[in-house]
């Protein structure tokens, strides 16, 4: 089921890469501004998905670390899109979605202590490198997974709320592009 959901997933995540505005930090192009609208929409996004996920599953307060590095309050202008979930499989699918962007949140915590144009930049607690703690619930994450039968409704139900989720990020990254 593990790697059924990666293949399902690949494309839009490979799109996200592309939409998310990493790569300006990734080639340090990035400037204050453009940063902190990449938290800001990280932030409204993660908020979202952690307060669909909380009444079937536990979840770590990933958007309480993107506010602290914001250098304001969050505004309170951002669209869901109506996004659901329907089931705990769906949010089992979202949870996956979270915890796998933190291993990416991890290796842009690298590139971005380079970012000239971001200097002096403060300790952050979203893109940093990864601790036990920001990943406590990944091994587990993964074996509750690899259980599934890959031809199963469930298998189907973790990979819409994936989907779902994932096309969550792209629509609120869509707004850094506008």
């Known amino acids: 089921m593990l ?38 929409v990280n932030y409204h996004t993660y908020a979202t998905v952690e307060k669909k996920i909380a009444p ?3 979840v770590q307060p990933i958007s309480s670390r993107i506010a602290m590095d914001l250098n304001h309050p969050p505004s309170n202008n951002a669209e869901t899109f109506n996004y659901h979930l329907h089931s705990k499989d ?20 690298r590139a971005l202590q380079d970012c000239v144009k971001l200097q002096p930049l403060s300790e ?3 893109y940093k490198k990864a601790t036990k703690e ?24 973790i990979i819409t709320g994936a989907l779902r989720t994932f096309n969550l990020f792209k629509r609120n990254y869509l707004q850094l592009r506008a």
């Open 90 to 109: 769906e949010a089992l699918g979202a949870k996956y979605v979270l915890e796998g962007s933190m291993l990416g949140a991890s290796l842009i915590a």
């Open 56 to 58: 079937y599953l536990s």
């Open 134 to 157: 920001s990943m406590a619930d990944w091994p587990s994450l993964m074996n509750e997974l690899k259980e599934v039968p890959s031809d199963s409704a469930q298998a189907q139900d």
């Open 3 to 40: 790697q059924q959901l990666r293949d399902a997933t690949r494309s839009i995540h490979d799109e996200l890469e592309q939409l998310s505005g990493v790569d300006k930090i990734m080639d340090q192009s990035i400037d204050r501004t453009g940063y902190e609208r990449i938290l800001e």
């Open 124 to 126: 952050q607690h979203f």
